[in-house]
């Protein structure tokens, strides 16, 4: 079993910036690939950001790409999502999520945290 838990979100105007953060327990965290996803009511889950166990690769949405960097800490058990130049329309509850293997898809992950809203007021 693995423990996901986000923190960071909240309320910022257009084109500010947000850190995300995705806090792991329970099985070894370093060995497995972690993933943004992001949700709207209504709407299906999707993809933002993914990285593998290393750290050396990544992948992401063509939305926010170039805006979004995802990082992670093995010493620390945790995850980042640093968000800039946010748009309204970035405005989502935001899930961290852990698989065996970098993926953009979110059958590939197990383990899911309980998310955390992001507002983006314009």
């Known amino acids: 079993q693995v423990q996901l838990v986000e923190s960071g979100g909240g309320l910022v105007q257009a084109g500010g910036s947000l850190r995300l953060s995705c806090a792991a327990s329970g099985r070894t965290f370093s060995g497995a690939a972690m993933g943004w996803f992001r949700q709207a009511p209504g709407k299906e889950r999707e993809f933002v950001a993914s990285i593998n166990w290393s750290g050396r690769r990544t992948y992401y949405a063509d939305s926010v790409k170039g805006r979004f960097t995802i990082s992670r800490d093995n010493a620390k058990n945790t995850v980042y999502l640093q968000m800039n130049s946010l748009k309204p329309e970035d405005t989502d509850v935001y899930y961290c999520?852990?698989?065996?293997?970098?993926?953009?898809?979110?059958?590939?992950?197990?383990?899911w945290g309980q998310g955390t809203q992001v507002t983006v007021s314009s």
């Open positions: 999520a852990a698989g065996g293997a970098i993926a953009t898809m979110k059958s590939e992950y197990a383990y």
